[in-house]
């Protein structure tokens, strides 16, 4: 079976992260995110994944040349000269994607979810239309597309990208399956799926939608990102418990706390819930750790205060610092000690010696 995951550019919401590593190779729960992705749809029984994007990174090409092996699936870099939206790319991935008669699934790269690949499929075959849309529920509906169905029907009626007067609270999660029909409706040009494709093929009563039990996220921006990490801890806390830090363990405070094995943890810690901490991190004596995560090769002091916090590689936060607000360091930040940050966005290299009280970018 076939797959495209649609990755993109630059990623300039995550940033400071993206300044240094591209979007799909940050780290979502210690895996790169798009490991989640790649893992998900190899279980699904995907051999063929083409992976759409507008540059292709050094960096990217090495790391996924060893999943390749690992999950036993072929991947493609498909190389855009200019951003073709989230349509054009199955224009230009058609030699793949059409290469037989089967359905191919396509992702967004910035979303995590259970991934019910399998019974999406099922589900798709089942109806013979063109295609499928994964939906979910939201509150806050107007950064997404949104779905309203046919009465009693999964048949999907209108869809409406990031709609400024509310539609439903059902949403497009970003992961499709289509038929290789879907590729006689896109040229080979900048076209949005969302905007360009799903009306029409609602239109033509060819798109279904299949609903998605359990947690999801785009992750593709800071604060949901934590939000993320939050929602796959929970879930990670009732399917495989044990691959979290024991609740029993003298600094898990709230449970749902992950930490790499080659990680250092003082005495006297205070952690959860929903912490990351990543590959060689050290954590200092007396530290308290709540929503965040710090990536690998990071280092906290005694006795600092972290919360709703991303902590960027090798970054190090002082003695007695406090960091919170949808605080984000870059890599090779320095927070000096006993230092408050509060919604510090910091680039890459930076050295913070003074109080930073409202949020703002650090450059
Ligand atoms: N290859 C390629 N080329 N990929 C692109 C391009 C492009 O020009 N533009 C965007 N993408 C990729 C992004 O990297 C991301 O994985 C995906 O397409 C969606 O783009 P986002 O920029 O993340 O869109 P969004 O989050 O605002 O909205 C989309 O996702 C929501 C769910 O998270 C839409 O699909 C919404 O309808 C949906 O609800
Ligand atoms: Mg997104």
Sequence with gaps: MKALILVGGFGTRLRPLTLTMPKPLVEFANRPMILHQIEALAQAGVTDVVLAVNYKPEAMVSILEKYEEQYN??????????????????????????????????????????????????????????????VTKVEEPSKYGVIVNKADSTLIDRFVEKPAEFVSNKINAGIYIFNPAILDRIELRPTSIENEVFPHMAADHQLHSFTLDGFWMDVGQPKDFLTGTCLYLSHVAKCNPGSLAHPNAGYVHGGNVLVDPTAKVGKDCRIGPNVVIGPGVVVGDGVRLQRCVLLEGSSVKDFAWIKNTIVGWHSTVGRWARLEGTSVLGDYVTVKDEVYVNGGSILPHKSISSNITEPQIIM
């Design 73 to 134: 699936v072929k991947i493609t870099f498909s190389v855009e000269t200019e951003p073709l939206g989230t349509a054009g790319p199955l224009a230009l991935a058609r030699d793949i994607l059409a290469k037989d008669d089967s359905p191919f699934f396509v992702l967004n790269s910035d979303v995590i979810c259970e991934f019910p690949l399998r019974e999406l499929k099922k589900f798709h075959e089942a109806h013979g239309c063109e295609g499928t849309i994964l």
